[in-house]
């Protein structure tokens, strides 16, 4: 049989025996997973500093037992993967569900007071300018909320802008046990109104799920955010970080119509 003739019978098993192109990626050679060709993968190193220990990372990673408003159960799972290459989709795609004010987070003035929230003072509204900048690291006296007295002892030059305060919830890992704590250490009314008037401060950052002590919640929240001037970062992680001065950034999500966000922060040396 002559080979032409013999290549023509052929050309349909031929055809037959090709797998056909990815409808999504015609000219694509055919897809080969994860499981027909393994490819080596090294164990993703997870860090704390970056640049030699130049970049302190201070936002907490969310975790299912990462603890909760109010809750002895913790978030609890926030993450789901509808869409997952193991069940043949074309990439991973996770959805995220969870409250605003989790973890480190961010508070607007529509956080407790209704008519900015009419207004439109969400997150997105936030100064960025206020967010980054110097910032000074302070440790507060570990048997007291924050009072007038506490802030007065502390002595923060005027001028400073950006502080951090880090409290007795850091040494007890409050933002690392799954039960929320009504003890942690905050802001009472009056140490809040003392920073009002007698400091610079803008940018107020604490190491537990709120700026304002348990016992003085709103009121402190009220007197903190009524002029619209200071930003509340909650939830920050101060452990194995030196008391002074730094570089702080904080960048929370874009979303307008919130009143909370998370929020990533870091330090610079």
Same mark, same amino acid.
């Given at each position: ?20 192109? !990815? ?20 164990? =993703? ?9 130049? @970049? ?12 909760? %408003? ?6 609890? *799972?926030?993450? %789901?993967? =509808? ?39 969400? /997150? ?9 900048? =110097? ?13 007038? &007295? ?10 400073? *802008? ?13 933002? %690392? ?16 109104? %003392? ?5 610079? @401060? ?18 402190? !929240?009220?007197?903190?955010? &009524? ?13 194995? /970080? ?6 702080? !950034? ?12 998370? @929020? ?6």
């Amino acid at each position: 049989m002559a080979p032409l003739l013999l290549f023509l019978l052929l050309l349909p098993l031929l055809a037959a025996a090709t797998p056909p192109a !990815h409808p999504a990626y015609p000219d694509e050679p055919p897809f080969c997973s994860a499981e027909s060709a393994p490819v080596p993968v090294t164990v =993703p190193e997870r860090r704390e500093a970056h640049g030699g220990g130049r @970049i302190l990372d201070i936002t907490h990673y969310y975790r299912e037992d990462m603890p909760s %408003w109010e809750s002895d159960d913790g978030i609890g *799972q926030f993450l %789901w993967l =509808p869409a997952s290459m193991r069940n043949g989709s074309l990439a991973n795609n996770s959805v995220m569900r969870m409250p605003t004010h989790t973890g480190t987070h961010v508070d607007a003035p529509g956080h407790v007071f209704q008519h900015y929230f009419d207004a439109g003072f969400d /997150v997105d509204t936030l100064d960025l300018d206020v967010l980054n900048g =110097p910032s000074l690291l302070v440790d507060v006296p570990r048997d007291q909320n924050i009072t007038a &007295k506490t802030m007065e002892s502390l002595q923060i030059p005027k001028g400073v *802008q950006r502080v951090l305060f880090r409290t007795l919830n850091t040494d007890r890992q409050l933002m %690392w046990k799954k039960e929320f704590d009504t003890s942690y250490v905050g802001f009472m009314k009056d140490g809040a109104q %003392w920073l009002v008037d007698n400091t610079d @401060i803008k940018l107020i950052g604490i190491d537990y799920l709120s700026v304002a002590a348990f016992d003085d919640l709103i009121p402190s !929240h009220l007197v903190l955010l &009524k002029n619209r001037d200071i930003i509340l970062v909650e939830g920050l992680k101060l452990e194995n /970080v030196k008391p002074g001065l730094y570089s702080v !950034h904080c960048l929370p999500l874009r979303l307008r119509g919130a009143e909370g966000s998370p @929020i990533r922060c870091i330090l610079i040396k």
